[in-house]
């Protein structure tokens, strides 16, 4: 998988490197169980502190994406993501919520909006062939 | 209007005052050129921070929701709010891109989450009456 990172972008490098590892899972590009570099590793790679990706790798454990084994290293969660509950559904309508309200100010409709989100889930499931 | 906020959640009280403002103009609750109370009397009204509303009035100000008048005082753009163009529409789609990412790992069907959506602009549009 390849890490792109965009220092001129406003949101901070962590955050990137969490949401790209994220669509590297919904891609099935990452699959569970599979490796991933070292903290270390990963900081040398591209170039970034330690810090950055260790932020990261902790808040992606946190959520449910990665394990990290002291002996076995960082891997995608072999027991698949944790599945939507309540809480994460409350929670992503609220996240939902501002970005719908501002779109709606800024003369964007219902439908351009969905249509955004139907490519997004368009471009997470391509290349899932039969799964679909 | 009525301003509603949660003390005890993650998102700082800066963002839910801004994302306040903005869902009322969004339900057309605060109209094009309507008053807004001055710093100083909404940080009183609803005892938080001057700081904390000044915040959240720079932000809407810079984003086109609202002017600021020495004399007049904090008015909605009378004007209307800004139009979304290309660069929002991109900001948009990279905020959504997370969102989605991260819903297709936890199970979430584009299904579920265009309904999520439908709702939130239903809300917006109700008592629109004539309008739509």
Redesign the interface.
């Known amino acids: 998988m390849y890490i792109k990172l965009d220092f001129e972008s406003n949101e901070p490098i962590y955050t990137q490197l969490k ?1 790209q590892i ?2 590297g ?2 891609k099935t590009e990452l699959k569970a169980g599979e490796g991933l570099p070292s903290v270390r590793a990963l900081a040398a790679d591209i170039g970034i502190n330690l810090h950055t990706v260790n932020k990261a790798y902790q808040q992606l454990k946190q959520e449910g ?1 990665i394990l990290i084994h002291r002996q076995k290293g960082v891997v995608v969660n072999p027991d698949g ?4 509950d309540e809480d ?2 409350n929670g ?2 609220t ?14 409709s ?1 439908q351009e ?2 249509h ?6 368009m471009e ?2 391509e290349g899932e062939g039969e799964k679909k």
Chains 1, 2 share one sequence.
Do not use: D, M
């Open positions: 949401h994220i669509a899972i919904a994406f993501i944790p599945q939507a994460y559904r992503l309508k996240t939902l919520h501002p970005l719908i309200a501002e779109s709606v100010c800024r003369g964007i219902e909006f969905i955004y989100c139907s490519q997004l889930f997470f499931h």
